[in-house]
């Protein structure tokens, strides 16, 4: 697969601050050609700017830069962490990694629908072929937009009765009435906002940097659900403190549930009818899962319940598995780029390193991720 988007199932606060960065020794610099190619899409408007693991190419005005610059940051120095707790014998960037944000949405879909990706189902992407990360500025896209209009109008409507105001109890009223509703409409902006930096902005990000530092081969075939499952682990603030997976993505988490049909107190995984779960579509059974070459269901909803089938697996190996994994994920950090997949080899070495996937391991897996503290409200 030589692009990888994350599908719009949005729903992540700023990471914690970058760590020490495990895999360089001098600071890096700039992927020159690649920044220039990048800067030539708009050569009026665009400019570089550099973090010490990315160089942004941007025409979006710099509020809009900078947070996202320290989640790119925490995103990075999160792996590093993870990848030494791991023990996996990674690469260091050769360069700065290169990221493309289009202020104007109706860019990045002309972007995105040239290098093969449909931005009604990705609004920012990976792609390995040129080994950028695009993204649009959600603020301006269309999703947006309604809201937009509704706080202006509210705003319009303020403004004029606050000039027409003759500070009656009627009027002050109506005018607390509309800025809790503009308070209550910006809250849902910035949710909104909250949930793509999460969902898309972090989840590619990682796969650009694991793929950069060589547990993804690029132009090699990697096991989808191990490249999705990784990068959904990043959506969420882990810890700095070592390098295990210890936050808990909850709107993956409740995806999971969601899709074997619990209810929100159940925490036994013999009441889950897993085969009967699988033949209704909703997920794979989990030796399909693991040579599937797609995530993609029959609608969204399955979709975003396979995201989060791979999110749990990748979370378990990790908890449960712990050295298993670390062998497992070894052998792609020294596989070589034009590996073609094979389901049934990798459906082999699956099992050689974690055993079976029979009912035992199904109610391991179901066990843990029953167990997890499910918090309905977090992101």
Request: hydrophobic content about 45%; glycine content about 6%; overall charge neutral.
């Amino acid at each position: 697969m030589n692009r990888l988007g994350c599908s719009v199932f949005f729903a992540i606060g700023v990471l914690a601050a970058a760590g020490q960065d495990l895999a360089k020794n001098a600071p890096l610099v700039r992927d020159v050609p690649t920044v220039a190619k990048l800067i030539a899409l708009r050569p009026d408007r665009f400019h570089a700017l550099d973090t010490d693991h990315f160089t942004i190419v941007t025409d979006a005005p710099h509020e809009t830069i900078r947070p996202l610059t320290a989640r790119l940051e925490s995103t990075h120095a999160a792996i590093m962490r993870f990848c030494a707790a791991m023990k996996l014998p990674i690469k260091p960037l050769p360069t700065r990694l290169a990221i493309l944000l289009f202020d104007r949405f109706d860019e990045f879909v002309a972007y995105a629908e040239k290098a093969g990706v449909s931005p009604g189902t990705a609004a920012g992407f990976y792609d390995q072929s040129t080994n950028v990360a695009a993204f649009a500025n959600v603020l301006n896209g269309p999703a947006l937009a309604p809201l937009h209009r509704e706080i202006e109008s509210l705003n319009l409507r303020l403004r004029a009765l606050l000039r027409r105001s003759t500070g009656s109890a009627t009027a002050t009223s109506r005018g607390d009435d509309l800025t809790n509703r503009i308070h209550a409409l910006r809250s849902q902006q910035d949710a909104f906002v909250e949930r793509f930096n999460r969902l898309v902005l972090q989840h590619e990000a990682a796969h650009q940097v694991f793929f950069n530092v060589g547990v993804h081969v690029r132009g090699a075939d990697n096991p989808i659900w191990l490249v999705e499952g990784l990068a959904c682990q990043f959506e969420v603030p882990q810890s700095d403190l070592g390098g295990d997976l210890k936050s808990v993505n909850q709107m993956r988490l409740g995806d999971l549930r969601e899709a074997l049909r619990v209810a929100r107190d159940v925490r036994d995984e013999a009441k889950i009818d897993f085969r009967a779960v699988c033949e209704s579509g909703s997920l794979m059974p989990l030796a399909e899962l693991v040579v599937a070459d797609s995530l993609s269901g029959a609608d969204s909803t399955a979709s975003a319940a396979r995201y989060a089938q791979a999110w749990s697996l990748v979370y378990f190996l990790q908890k449960d598995r712990r050295d298993a994994f670390s062998t497992y994920l070894a052998r792609f950090v020294v596989q070589p780029a034009g590996e073609v997949f094979d389901s049934k080899a990798e459906l082999g070495a699956f099992q050689r390193v974690f055993g079976p996937l029979d009912d035992w391991f199904v109610r391991d897996w179901l066990g843990l991720s029953l167990r997890l503290r499910f918090e309905h409200n977090d992101p």
